[in-house]
């Protein structure tokens, strides 16, 4: 089995509160930590690699992303998805290309640019053609962006996950959805259910959302976040 299937057969099967917990590495020094760790698979975030290049979200540009991830896929020996944002403008066969190249196991799109929906239906099938131009060879986490652009009706993320599934997607991400939500969403999706999880404490656990139907959970950039805020502490208790 490769790398894709293995990566895909941990998505399935999955018991309530036992989701598929994917860190976030935004280097390879902090992949090598996940994996040793024992994570059977990892995520990157695109703000935090963005973070860890020097750019703010949303504006690395495509060959210093694909490039951070073809880094931390060389330094470990568990499958890695890659966050690429909205697709950098690519064409769908060369965006898939991309990621081969760069050792990804899958990819999370967006649907949304700039804070503005894009149009579900143009989505679809631009989801489709990633899916022709991938085979199996790509696990497609669609991001759903209602929630993160103010639309709080769960119907409309509904609507748009059902597109995606029926495009080709192995997934839908309905990013900041409300934890209560989840049951309903869980309810309307057909196949797995991404959530994020937040580490302030502000939410319920890895296991807490995968009780209320998410069957994996990702943390966006709150891992490097959090990594930065360890680091500064240190460097102000070497300041003395």
Partial sequence: MNKADVFRALHHHRAPGDPLVLPGPWDAASARVFAEAGFPALATPSAGVAASLGYEDGETPADEMFAAVARIVRAVDVPVSADVEGGYGLAPKELVERLLEAGAVGCNLEDSVDGVLRDPHEHADRLAEVRAAAGDRLFVNARIDTFLTGDADP??????ASSYVAAGADCVYPIDAPPDVLPL?????RGPLNAFARLDGDGPSPAGLGERGATRITFGPGLQRRAADALGDIAARLRG
């Fill in 185 to 189: 969403l869980r309810a309307g999706i």
């Fill in 155 to 160: 119907d409309r993320a509904i609507a748009r």
